[in-house]
Nanobody
Framework: QVQLVESGGGLVQPGGSRRLSCAAS????????MSWYRQAPGKERELVAG????????NYADSVKGRFTISRDNAKNTVYLQMNSLKPEDTAVYYC???????WGQGTQVTVSS
């Protein structure tokens, strides 16, 4: 069965960095575009970044452009989200998503606070 397992969340100080990972299984990962979403308390889930199946094209929410980088390693069936210059408003649960399959990971909490 399809599984998406996120890891890497935690508490980070403003201005700090964090790398999230999403390990995929149960489908042919290299054929699928992947996305990262986030949901802050009291807010709707929003798209953070997306990447095509080959990694040749990416897209980002305006709020994270220049600070976050999405990447993937098709040999490891893993998609990453490198987050730099973190701000308190980046605090959220971050989810991995396979759009064509409609599957979500369980989420990983990122808290940006001093």
């Amino acid at each position: 069965q399809v599984q998406l397992v996120e890891s890497g969340g935690g508490l980070v100080q403003p201005g700090g960095s964090r790398r999230l990972s999403c390990a995929a299984s149960g489908f042919t990962f290299r054929l699928h575009a992947m996305s990262w979403y986030r949901q802050a308390p009291g807010k709707e889930r929003e798209l953070v970044a997306g990447i095509t199946s080959t990694g040749g094209s990416t897209n980002y929410a305006d709020s994270v452009k220049g600070r976050f980088t999405i990447s993937r390693d098709n040999a490891k069936n893993t998609v990453y989200l490198q987050m730099n210059s973190l701000k308190p408003e980046d605090t959220a649960v971050y989810y991995c998503f396979a759009p064509r399959l409609g599957y979500w990971g369980q989420g990983t909490q990122v808290t940006v606070s001093s």
